[in-house]
Every structure is written in structure tokens, then in C-alpha cells.
């Protein structure tokens, strides 16, 4: 069978000296369908590069297959679909796109649209297409349901099922179940290779985190055990020496003979002591410690925060959505459901006080509202600088960052130089930091990674802060959600 070969591969930025890859090596079947899961800024978009060839690396890359990437870069949008296509694939077959497009759940009619005018879920379906239809390649396939909502999702993950052939990076944990037979793990310390999905992963890997947790314990002890005894026959040694020197007529040599002998056996106690820690060191090295978030919400003195009724939004005298009835009230965790382009994020951006054309009643009580966009691509400047721009305590904010899984030699950094992932994690931080009524998230998952997700929902859920939050991640709603507002497109 057709496989890539990877042998010892080794990998640092230039300039940092950081090294991401260490003599990394796998074999890959090119008919395997691979989830490829780590959390963010821990090189899943940078091993997605070094196949490609597009980092100089140690070590060796062989492949029976050319590697293809997605997501493509369009360099015409303004072109009808069907003429993106044909510039990003010149051999591709109208009447196989149209049965591609078809399996994807999208009308043939979008071939004549632009493609800057398709929602981003008409785009992403397009270019998988695309993908999908050229020949002899092994696919990368870089997030591809960031921003397509509940239904594009599913749709999206059962054409892959269907697919063989590639590594997916997605942190959509229903997605990776639904369509993956392998797992590369990129973990703290090594990169695994696995028979499984997503779910059955983390099944071993929290069954193998417990095991070595079992056996630090152990290990701990036995350090305390060997450092008291050193302790203790090191004292021994000492007394005995200092007998020497006691008073009244003594053997020295005889006494001195002993404190050497005692003095020998502390260091051999030592010694085991550090062979020890040197054989268990590497026991945690895999353990992802995922520490608890907190965000401490503001109570508000009336019980209800929000209320609409008949509510419309209109952009240019089209209307968007009308007729919404809905209201947000203390305690209250509230997903905003619906098909992308009904209008979500035009509704959070009226109740965060933006300009927005609408029709009917609504009424926002004078509360602190923390706010987290969809855009990352502002961000910019340093950890502390940011910190200082949006009011919060520094040293919270570091911490709080810390405990997103991001490392503290990345905080000197500038934000726009961090992944995508991390840049969502400093928007997050920043609003667990500031104390607020009501807390609005605009599709706060996104380039999150899956260990992440576990800590947000149990931040919600043990905190219960109350919240308004778009999402399309059919799990986080289920844990997460008291309440659902839905909007219909019109």
C-alpha cells in the first residue's frame, strides 16, 4: 500500500531556538483518514507546512503521494465560482464538481455566483470539492468548519467519512468522531500515532494520564523516603566524625574508618536517590495539565438584563430577520442558533451597543457588557500591552493565559506573530478578567483546540456567569446551554 515515511524529524524556528519536532517518526498509510489533534501553538499547522516542503528540516519525508492543502488561497473572488475552480484546478470536470457538489449538499447554481457573495460555508464546500477531485494526492486539511454552522458541519464531515486520504485538523469534536479512523497527537513531549477516533483517544489517553500519575505518586514517595534516610545516615556520619574530637581517650582511626563507611553509604543512598528521579522523569512528560478557569460575573439588581419584541434588522433595506422575541435575564446561558448569514453576529453587535438598523422593541438595562469578537486579525502588540489597552490586571491576564495552555516564554512575544488559536485564547483571557453582567461571545471555539473547549465549558458551568454565545459546536451547546434563541433566515 501507498504510505509517507517520516524519519527523525527534527524542527526549530529560525531566530527563537524553540524547537517543535525532535526526532519525530511515523509511518502513514495514504488510505487512512487522520484526525491530527494538539493543543494550540504545539505545531499542527507547522507539521501540515513541513510536509508540504514549505520549512527546511533534519531528518526525512517520503511520500507515494503529492501533498495538497486546504484551505486554497483564491486569488480571484470576484470570479464566478466555477472560474475559481477551474484557475485553482485547470483539469477539473464540470460534471464531476456538480456530483461532488452534490454530495456536499450545495446547489449546482452556486458555480455562477461570485465567489466573494457565497456564505463561508458555500466557500468551504466549493474548495473541499476541489480538493477532493484531484488526482493522486494525500489531503491537509487545515480547519475546514471554523465558521460553518451546526447543519454545514455535519454535512461537511459526513463527505469526508465517504473520502480516504488525509490529515484533518479540526476542533470540533462530533466532526473528528464522525469522519477519522487514525489520531496523530502532537502531546507535550512526543508525537503518537493511534488506531481510533477522537473519543477513543482521549478514552486511552486519559486511562494512560491516570497510570502515570499513579506512578509519580509512587515516585515521589520513594524520593521522600531515600532523601530522608540520605538525611538521617549523612547526620550519622556527621556525629561519628565529630566524635573524633570528643573528650576523654578515643580510637580515631577506628572512629574515623566508621564516619567514611557511614559517609560512603549516604552517597550511595544519593546516588540512588538521583538514578531515581532520572529513570521516572519522563513519566509526566505526555500529561496535559489542564489547569481551571475562573471569571467572577457581576450580579445584576434586576433579574432581567435584555428584552425584545417583534425584533427585525434590516442592511440596506433587506431584511435580515423580523418578528425575534427573546429576553436574557440573571443567570441565563443562552445560545444564538441559526444558518450563517440569518443575522447572529448583527444581533450581538446591537446588544453591544453598535449601530445597527432595526425595527420593533428592544430594551437593554445599563449593564457591563465583556465582549468577544469573531476576528482575531486586530489583535496586536504584546501580552502586557494588551492588557494595559483593555484595563485588566496584568498579572491576572498572564495567568489566565497560562492557564489556556499558553507558555510564558511566548508572553515577551508580539500577539499578531501568535497561531490563530492562541490569538482567540488572548480575546478569551481578557474577557474572563473583567467583571461584567453579561458576557457575549461571537463563536468563541473557533481555532480553539479540544482541551480548551472541556476547560470553557466547565468555567460556565461551575461559574455560571451569564452569557449570550454563537456557536456551532453541537457538544458545547448540549454541556453549555439553559436557554436557546433561534434565528430563522429569511
Same mark, same amino acid.
Given at each position: ?39 494550540? #501553538? ?16 533534519? #531528518?526525512?519525508?517520503?511520500? *507515494? ?12 473572488? *470576484? ?18 464538481? !456538480?456530483?461532488?457538489? #452534490? ?38 486539511? *487545515? ?48 508525537? !503518537? ?14 486511562? /494512560? ?7 509519580? !505518586?509512587?515516585?515521589?514517595? !520513594?524520593?521522600? /523516603? ?133 425595527? #420593533? *422593541? ?22 502586557? &500591552? ?47 478578567? &473583567? ?56
Amino acid at each position: 500500500m501507498p504510505h509517507i515515511s517520516i524519519q527523525n524529524l527534527t524542527f526549530a524556528h529560525n531566530g527563537t531556538g524553540e524547537t517543535i519536532f525532535e526526532n519525530v517518526s511515523l509511518q502513514i498509510d495514504t488510505a487512512w483518514k487522520l484526525g491530527l489533534i494538539g493543543r494550540n #501553538g504545539r505545531g499542527k499547522t507547522t507539521f501540515l507546512n513541513l510536509l508540504l516542503g514549505k520549512f527546511e528540516y533534519s #531528518g526525512k519525508i517520503a511520500a *507515494d503521494a503529492n501533498f495538497e492543502y486546504f484551505p486554497y488561497e483564491v486569488k480571484n473572488p *470576484d470570479n464566478a465560482a466555477l472560474d475559481v475552480a477551474r484557475g485553482i484546478y485547470p483539469g477539473i470536470e464540470q460534471w464531476q464538481f !456538480e456530483r461532488e457538489l #452534490g454530495l456536499l449538499e450545495l446547489d449546482t447554481h452556486s458555480l455562477c455566483i461570485p465567489f466573494n457573495r457565497l456564505s463561508p460555508g458555500e466557500q468551504t464546500k466549493i474548495l473541499l470539492a476541489i480538493l477532493f477531485l484531484k488526482p493522486n494526492t494525500f489531503l491537509l486539511i *487545515d480547519e475546514p468548519t471554523n465558521h460553518l454552522d451546526s447543519k454545514s458541519r455535519i454535512t461537511v464531515s459526513r463527505y469526508l467519512n465517504r473520502q480516504t486520504g488525509f490529515i484533518l485538523v479540526s476542533h470540533d469534536r462530533v466532526v473528528l468522531d464522525n469522519c477519522i479512523d487514525h489520531v496523530i497527537s502532537i502531546n507535550k513531549a512526543a508525537v !503518537e500515532l493511534q488506531k481510533g477516533n477522537f473519543s477513543s483517544w482521549q478514552v486511552n489517553k486519559n486511562n /494512560r494520564d491516570n497510570f502515570e500519575r499513579i506512578e509519580n !505518586e509512587k515516585l515521589h514517595k !520513594e524520593i521522600k /523516603r531515600l532523601k530522608n534516610s540520605a538525611r538521617q545516615t549523612s547526620a550519622w556520619a556527621d556525629k561519628t566524625e565529630k566524635a573524633k574530637y570528643g573528650n576523654g581517650p578515643v580510637d580515631k582511626g577506628f572512629i574515623g574508618h566508621k564516619a567514611a563507611k557511614l559517609m560512603r553509604q549516604a552517597k550511595n543512598i544519593e546516588s540512588r536517590q538521583h538514578k531515581a528521579v532520572e529513570e521516572k522523569s519522563g513519566l509526566l512528560k505526555n500529561i496535559e495539565t489542564v489547569r481551571d478557569l475562573k471569571v467572577i460575573p457581576l450580579k445584576y439588581v434586576k433579574n432581567k438584563l435584555i428584552e425584545a419584541r417583534n425584533l427585525s434588522i434590516r442592511y440596506d433595506d433587506k431584511v435580515i430577520f423580523y418578528g425575534l422575541n427573546f429576553s436574557i435575564e440573571n443567570g441565563d446561558r443562552a445560545a444564538l442558533i441559526g444558518k450563517n448569514g440569518c443575522g447572529k453576529s448583527s444581533l450581538i453587535k446591537l446588544i453591544y451597543g453598535e449601530k445597527i438598523n432595526y425595527s #420593533g *422593541d428592544f430594551y437593554r438595562n445599563t449593564i457591563k457588557i465583556s465582549y468577544v469578537p469573531q476576528s482575531i486579525f486586530h489583535l496586536k502588540g504584546t501580552v502586557r &500591552e494588551y492588557a494595559g489597552n483593555l484595563d485588566v490586571d496584568e498579572a491576572l491576564f498572564k495567568s489566565m493565559l497560562y492557564r489556556f495552555g499558553v507558555q510564558k516564554d511566548q508572553f515577551d512575544k508580539d500577539v499578531s506573530d501568535f497561531s490563530d488559536g492562541q490569538k482567540k485564547k488572548v480575546l478569551l483571557a481578557g474577557s474572563l478578567c &473583567e467583571q461584567a453582567h453579561l458576557y457575549l461571545w461571537d463563536e468563541p471555539l473557533n481555532f480553539i483546540d479540544v482541551l480548551s473547549h472541556s476547560q470553557i465549558e466547565d468555567l460556565i458551568i461551575n461559574y455560571n456567569p451569564t452569557i449570550l454565545f454563537v456557536e456551532h459546536d453541537v457538544s458545547f451547546i448540549k454541556n453549555v446551554a439553559t436557554k436557546k434563541i433561534i434565528i430563522e433566515r429569511q
